[in-house]
């Protein structure tokens, strides 16, 4: 890697095998480094040749780049996000249109969301503090996921459902709607900030700060996840683009287990029986991989 960085760097050019990279003299160079345990000026020093740094910090981030292609993650999210602020019964009674991924093209039009618009809507709906770069990116991006399947998803297409004689079903539209919302910020949060905290309170160690709080915060394994510890319920569109995982611990008299057993059982054909929530806690090995891999669509 030193090697590397003197070649590309100083001289402007590099040789691997038959190969040879050049940089012509009007190409402006970049360097992102990233925030962890090494540091990386020490490491190569020839980074301390360039003074002009930049510290990104997170509470000074720059503009989210925004894609004006309708079918692209950040322009998906928002049309529904929009949506869901102007009229929530909106999206109950109407399908969202976007090109390429609509299971049928009756209903409101995707539009192009400007880039002011679209970060608005993101802080909104992103209520996690202070976040980074890449857990807003990582927000966008999963949630992106599974608002295309239930975009494409026959299930929940409006005709579809009132075809299928479950028009009274179709505020489960909003539910699952909300709830990836919910559930994309609860593990996007959850994934990268207890990441940071921890690079934070290392470096401060090896800097010889020695704080009991935060060793403390090291070694607590209270944010565990487990089936018991689950809340909110979890809802996934699976890889298959048609059929749906719940995860739900709740009493099954609870409000919440009875409004997604109905959720669960609206994409049943008109006739066909209901069918309790799968109970993973009592899945045997087998099946519960079985169930876990209709999420990924594992081939193994």
Known sequence: MKEFLFYFLINKCYKESENLFYLNDNVDIYIEIPFGFVDFFKEYKILNL????????????????????LDSDIQVVCNYLKKLDENENFISQNNIIIPGISFNEVGYKAEVIPQKTC???????????TPTYYQICSFISVLAHQLKYFTKNIYFDIQAMKENGK??????????IKAFISITAYFTKGAYEKLLNSQEINISLQEGNSDEKAINMLTDNKDIISYDKINPSLI????????????CSMDKSSKEYQKLYSLYNSMNMSGQPNKPLIDYKILGRIEYLTEIKKVFNSKK
């Open 50 to 69: 360039f003074n002009n740094k930049i510290k990104l910090e997170k509470n000074k981030l720059a503009p989210l780049i925004i894609s004006e292609e």
């Open 119 to 129: 970060e608005e809507l993101i802080k909104n709906h992103f209520k996690e503090g």
């Open 167 to 176: 028009e009274r079903n179709l505020s489960v539209r909003i539910d699952c």
């Open 236 to 247: 996934f569109l699976n890889d298959d683009g048609q059929s749906m995982t719940i995860i």
